[in-house]
């Protein structure tokens, strides 16, 4: 089997490809997503915070000061328009003629003299997902009925001293107890194992497929299988060079993650980073690459004997996909919110591992639910090792 393992191994490190998927994608992915996504998400929240919306308003004289408000807002330029209906004004916003439409009613004046409440209209489109039009307007807008608020109490006799606490009689100050590693790992934990646990299936893959359809390709099977050497040991050496570069994949992607959010943390603007990757400690970066291990262990078991199973190079490819597909369900849902670590999610194959990883980055980890997960997770690789030592035993599928 050792043979087998070095014989494989020795052969891989051989070929380019197997060093860009194994060593060299895990050590620049972070910088690459996190570098991009940064400049992506800044870059847009920029652009949307400068743009100026042109806006119509409709019966502006009846609210002068929030009519004047507006317009010296630097994200509103004003246009002129004689439509008042509101849908000649959702077909105008339709067209491109203007992006927002403000209708006060023509009796506002009346009601607001007679204490009454009126009714505002805000047409816009509100399928941005950067809604900052709603932000400033409703910034604008409470304002101005903070001031309509003040003069309607006055007017009525109410002590201008005590207008405060009749306007707003509870003010509520949150205190999270939660820390900053703690909001940090709650959005981000998830992501993390989004993208390790792909990588240690992506650097398992290249050799699966080639320690199995390749050599049917190449006609190197045959020759392995007349050598003085089980087909037990042969599969297993297959299995642990399979797990090797998969593991190597993952090591170095724990590192390049630790690595690299302290290298981002570095810079200004983003100390939060900083101190939650410090407060990772190694304890807990070991326990993450430790369910990495039996997993990538279920990665190669499968992605072997898929190839083993396969005629061809391509054929193998095409099998796998499906494969890949398969494990981003259950890492997309570990993603969703409301999702957390139970008993059930503990049971269930890479969404445990999902939610243990955010878990440990969080740092709020129960050690009996990942002994839990780890034992569920090792149980499964070793069946379906099992599995794959049983396949390469049979004639119907080595030589199809």
């Not at 100026?52 to 328009?81: C, D, M, T, W």
């Amino acid at each position: 089997m050792w043979q087998v393992y070095l014989k494989e191994l020795t052969e891989l490190m051989r070929d380019r490809k197997t060093l860009i998927f194994v060593i060299l994608l895990p050590i620049f992915i972070f910088p690459v997503i996190f570098g991009v996504m940064g400049l992506v998400l800044s870059s847009t929240t920029a652009k949307a915070m400068q743009e100026q919306h042109k806006y119509v308003i409709v019966n502006g004289e009846q609210a002068p000061e929030f009519a004047e408000a507006l317009f010296y807002h630097k994200n509103f330029k004003r246009v002129e328009s004689a439509l008042t209906a509101p849908e000649d004004l959702i077909a105008a916003i339709r067209a491109g003629e203007f992006a927002v439409a403000v209708v006060i009613p023509d009796d506002f004046q009346a009601k607001q003299n007679a204490v009454e409440q009126s009714q505002w209209q805000l047409i816009y489109n509100q399928s941005s997902q950067l809604d900052f039009m709603s932000r400033y307007f409703n910034e604008l807008l409470e304002n101005y009925t903070g001031q309509l608020q003040r003069q309607s109490l006055s007017a009525l006799g109410v002590d201008p001293v005590k207008l405060t606490a009749i306007l707003k009689p509870v003010s509520v100050q949150k205190v999270d107890t939660a820390d900053k590693r703690e909001n940090i790992g709650e959005k981000f934990g998830a992501l993390i194992a989004y993208i390790l646990i792909p990588l240690c299936l992506l650097g398992a893959s290249y050799p699966a497929i080639d320690m199995g359809a390749g050599e049917k390709e190449r006609g190197t099977l045959e020759t392995l299988l007349i050598c003085p050497v089980s087909r037990s040991a042969i599969v297993l050496g297959k299995f642990l060079t399979v797990l090797t570069t998969g593991l190597a994949g993952a090591l170095i992607t724990v590192a390049s993650f630790g690595i690299w959010g302290a290298v981002i943390g570095s810079f200004a603007g983003f100390a939060v980073v900083q101190e939650a990757m410090g407060a990772i400690a190694t304890v807990e970066l070991l326990l993450i690459f430790l369910m990495i291990v039996p997993t990538s262990a279920i990665f190669a078991s499968l992605l072997l004997a898929i190839s083993i199973y396969a005629k061809t190079f391509k054929e193998a490819q095409n099998y796998m996909s499906p494969l890949s597909i398969l494990m981003f369900v259950p890492l997309a849902a570990a993603m969703m919110p409301g999702v957390e670590l139970t008993t059930k999610t503990a049971m269930i194959p890479v969404m445990n591992v999902a939610l243990a990883i955010k878990e440990l980055i969080k740092g709020t980890a129960d050690g009996s639910m990942i002994a839990l997960i780890f034992g569920a997770t090792v149980a499964l690789a070793a069946a379906l090792i099992a599995f794959c030592v049983h396949w390469f035993q049979q004639e119907k599928v080595l030589f199809r």
